[in-house]
Every structure is written in structure tokens, then in C-alpha cells.
């Protein structure tokens, strides 16, 4: 019996028009997810650093919970479960996206609360010491700084919530490896459809990387 196996390079070049059909929903599920996700984490990381124990200890239960439980664990509850208490269907795309929200939404209030705090106390007295108020000084003098701080740690972020996509293959959202597995379904080539599936994911994720390194070299982040 030949057990020599040919890699079919014609086969996985082939995959690729299809494969791609599923970008669009692995970057709406990404960003729509992250951008609901940086909202959730700006309210939560400030309610975290807030001095009030009825806004801090809500936020730490969130933070606690999303960030302490598996991501894809979230949109099977999201997918499954909440279609129970909701008393109607929730479809795999909304799911998904809810899924990256408050997941990253964790993340991120972790994220927020640590680039606020990294902000000398002094940057606080010396807008106080010009006359601005509490809110003026978070808004003009803290927030500008700490955001700059932020982006490296949100980048990550992002392409970590870009490859988490991947899970949600299991609810059937037409995202690039529920494009692959239909693919392989009709022509049983996996190792080269998920080599495919792969290199998309690294090309994505690597021109985030490399636009993250581009503006931190011309020193526009993490100062």
C-alpha cells in the first residue's frame, strides 16, 4: 500500500476565492465585537478605578467572569442559553459579535484601568491647579495620555479577538474556517484548505502587527 501523500498545491490555491468569502465576516464579527467591546471597556475600567465600592466590585464581577471563562464557552451560552431566558432565537452572526464584545469588553476595562492609573497623580494637580475641573482635567490632560498608552496593549487585543473568531465556527457563522470545513465537506482536502484557512489568519493578523509597529516607531503610541 503507497502510504506517500502529495500536498495538492492546486487544490489549496483553489480553496482561496472561497475561503475568502468568509473575511468579511471574520472582520465584522472582530471589529463590530471590539468596537462595542472598547465602549463596555472604557465604562467598566472606569467604574474599576472608581473609588466607590457600588461602582467598583460590579465591574470587578465582570472583569472577574469574562476574563476567567473561555470565550467560546460565552457564545455558546449567548447562542444557546439566552435564547431560553429571551424567549427567541438569537442568529450566529449577532451571537458572535456579542460574544467578542464582552469578552474583549473585559480585556479592555483592564486596559483602560491600567493606562489611567500609569498617568502621574501630579498630571491631576496640575490641572486642577489651572482652574479645570475634575472632568476637564480627565478629559484634556489624563485620557489623551493614557489612550496613547493604551494602544499597543488594544492592538493585541484586537488580534486576539480576531483569531477567537475562529471558534464560532461551531454556531455556524460563515466565518473562514466554517468556509473551509464546508469546502473540505465536498472535497476532502483539509491539510491544504486549513493550511489556507491559516495563512489568511496570519495575513491579517501580521498587517495589524505591522501597523501597530509602524506608528509606535514614529513614536505616535506608547509614550
Known sequence: ???????????????????????????????????????????????????????RWPAVAYIEVFRGTPVLVQ??????????????????????????????????????????QSIAVGQSEAGLSLGLSKTQTF??????????RMIPALGNQCIISIKDTSLFAVIGVGELVRQGQIYIA???TALEVYLMVALIYLAITLTLSILLRTLESKGLVGQ
Open 186 to 188: 465536498t472535497t476532502f
Open 1 to 55: 500500500m503507497d502510504l506517500t501523500f502529495q500536498f495538492d498545491w492546486q487544490a489549496a490555491f483553489a480553496s482561496i476565492p472561497y475561503l475568502l468569502k468568509g473575511v468579511p465576516y471574520t472582520l465584522l464579527i472582530s471589529f463590530g465585537g471590539l468596537a462595542i467591546g472598547f465602549v463596555i471597556g472604557i465604562v467598566f475600567g472606569l467604574m474599576r478605578i472608581s473609588a466607590h465600592p457600588w461602582l
Open 75 to 116: 457564545v455558546l451560552f449567548i447562542f444557546y442559553g439566552l435564547p431560553q431566558l429571551l424567549g427567541g432565537p438569537i442568529d450566529a452572526l449577532t451571537a458572535g459579535i456579542a460574544a467578542i464584545a464582552v469578552n474583549s469588553g473585559a480585556y479592555i476595562s483592564e486596559i483602560v484601568r491600567g493606562g489611567v
Open 139 to 148: 478629559r484634556y490632560v489624563i485620557w489623551p495620555q493614557s489612550f496613547r
